[in-house]
């Protein structure tokens, strides 16, 4: 879409990612945000670990920024997404990536965000809401 508004990249701009990518800069990159990413994935793991209901399991993600959670089997995951949406939280209902509309009891969270206390205290209150959709 760009070519065909302007015709062309300016060449300031060619030559300036020209250079960052000769001198590792885009390696450099990769590596400080896998890093950043498994110690927001061990943040993340462990708060849910925490706070969320007696039987929840967690993926081991290898790549990417989100973790999968799996809730009690009593839990519907469009419940929890509906009374997390209320407390202006989000999650991806796990229903949502199968085409099979399975992972009802699954939802999946993003790491990507820079840790902070609002996302703490969102964990909190999810778990709370996972326990008591799963009767607890």
């Known amino acids: 879409m760009k070519f065909l508004n302007t015709l062309a990249t300016p060449a300031i701009e060619q030559l300036a ?20 990413y498994a ?60 085409a099979s509309g399975d992972y009802r009891h699954f939802i999946r969270l993003n790491y990507s965000y820079p840790w902070s206390r609002q996302i703490e205290d969102a964990l909190k209150v999810l778990g709370r809401l996972a326990a008591e959709c799963a009767g607890g």
């Not at 927001?40 to 790549?63: D, I, K, Y």
């Open 39 to 98: 110690q927001q994935a061990s943040l993340m793991s462990a708060m849910v670990r925490r706070f969320f209901p007696e039987g929840t399991r967690l993926s081991q993600p290898q790549g990417g920024y989100v973790l999968w959670v799996e809730l009690p089997r009593q839990v519907d995951a469009m419940k929890l997404y509906g009374l997390a949406l209320a407390q202006r939280i989000t999650v991806g209902p796990g229903h949502m990536f199968s």
């Open 17 to 36: 990612i020209a250079e960052y990518l000769k001198h590792d800069g885009y390696d450099f990159h990769l590596r400080r945000m896998r890093k950043q």
